[in-house]
């Protein structure tokens, strides 16, 4: 079964799932993830660059009933530059060549 969303999901499992975004949002919580806001005393631009977050809701194989919790990232786009925001990654050449250096007993 593919994931949906945490509307259809709760349609789907009723309070199964509502348990499970509970269970999820309480972690979160316990983290230190979210910091509670009012909206009303947020002016107009902490508004518009607030992130939303998506529940997406799947039933495992053991029926088991699994809710993750994502934040859509368009907000963010524009604000901070490619740099910033992607995580460094070893690409085929540098980890075949540091193979090889490896294997000659070379020095890195």
């Keep these: 079964m593919a994931q949906m ?3 259809h999901g709760i349609k ?3 309070d199964r799932a509502v348990a499970s975004m509970t269970k999820d949002y309480l ?3 316990n983290l230190g993830v979210f910091m509670p806001m009012m909206k009303r ?3 107009c631009e902490k508004i518009r660059i607030v992130l939303q977050v998506i529940d997406l809701i799947k039933e495992k194989r053991c029926g088991r009933i699994k809710e993750r919790t994502v934040v859509d990232g368009k907000g963010q786009r524009g604000r901070y530059s ?3 925001t992607s995580s ?3 690409t085929l050449e540098v980890v075949s060549g540091w193979c ?3 294997q000659r007993g070379g020095s890195c």
Excluded: I, P
């Design 5 to 7: 969303s945490a509307k």
């Design 12 to 14: 789907r499992f009723g």
């Design 41 to 43: 005393e947020m002016s």
């Design 82 to 84: 490619k740099l910033e």
């Design 27 to 29: 972690q979160l919580e």
């Design 88 to 90: 460094s990654a070893l």
């Design 100 to 102: 090889y250096r490896t």
